[in-house]
């Protein structure tokens, strides 16, 4: 395989990344996708989910949203001629980022008032 052959990723058409389940940064939104984690991802019902439970939901809801930039990302990169140089340093790699990631996507609010809906 060349250098420059491309990669045949196969990825989220476009129509999906607007899917506000998964990529909405309302307060409902959030919740929607937290309440669509608890059900399908823990297998749990919001009446009898734990702390940690609301927790995973919403780090899967926060991961959806991140997922959704980043794959729109490589498509865009991916549409043009370039090549990409990268470096990840180890020191970065700093464990939970649950609080930094609602801080980068500018939803805090939002995730405390979805997780205020829970009770």
Do not use: W
């Amino acid at each position: 395989m060349s250098d420059t052959a491309p990669l045949n990723l196969h990825l989220p058409t476009p129509a999906c990344y607007a899917d506000p389940q998964r990529s909405g940064l309302r307060a409902n939104d959030v919740f929607e996708g937290m309440t669509e984690h608890l059900f399908y991802t823990l297998g749990k019902l919001a009446p009898t989910a734990s702390r940690h439970d609301l927790y995973m939901a919403l780090s899967f809801a926060v991961r959806d949203r991140l997922m959704t930039r980043y794959l729109a990302g490589i498509e865009a990169i991916r549409a043009t001629p370039a090549r990409v140089v990268a470096y990840l340093s180890a020191e970065f790699l700093i464990g939970p980022q649950l609080s930094n990631n609602l801080l980068m996507l500018g939803i805090q609010e939002e995730a405390a008032e979805a997780l205020r809906r829970f009770g």
